[in-house]
Nanobody, 121 residues
Framework: QVQLVESGGGLVQAGDSLRLSCAAS???????MGWFRQAPGKEREFVAA????????DYGDSMNGRFTISRDNAKNTVYLQMNSLKPEDTAVYYC???????????????WGQGTQVTVSS
């Protein structure tokens, strides 16, 4: 089992930045950490993922270089730095853990509770 706890969400204005954090209880069963987001009425969307051991990184096609995923292995924590935020970035952001390098939410068995990000125009 892996417990994931996100933090760092909030209400910001368009153009602002936020950094989300995801603390994992352990890394043994979670080679890959991913960030997803889900806006009201929409499917959960892949944002980014990385591999703990190598730092291999993958980004969703629509992230446009504004988001950066990173890790702190000593703290078992993954971050999502979000810059130049737009109202369309408003969503609940989830971190998830998997043993697969996947963009598919079904491949991630472990999920955090989510953190709300709201971007006002």
């Amino acid at each position: 089992q892996v417990q994931l706890v996100e933090s760092g969400g909030g209400l910001v204005q368009a153009g602002d930045s936020l950094r989300l954090s995801c603390a994992a209880s352990r890394r043994t069963f979670s080679s890959y950490m991913g960030w997803f987001r889900q806006a009201p009425g929409k499917e959960r969307e892949f944002v980014a993922a990385l591999k703990w051991s190598t730092g291999y990184i993958d980004y969703g096609d629509s992230m446009n270089g504004r988001f950066t995923i990173s890790r702190d292995n000593a703290k078992n924590t993954v971050y999502l730095q979000m810059n130049s935020l737009k109202p369309e970035d408003t969503a609940v952001y989830y971190c998830a853990a998997s043993n697969l390098p996947s963009r598919v939410k079904q491949d991630y068995p472990y999920w955090g509770q989510g953190t709300q990000v709201t971007v006002s125009s």
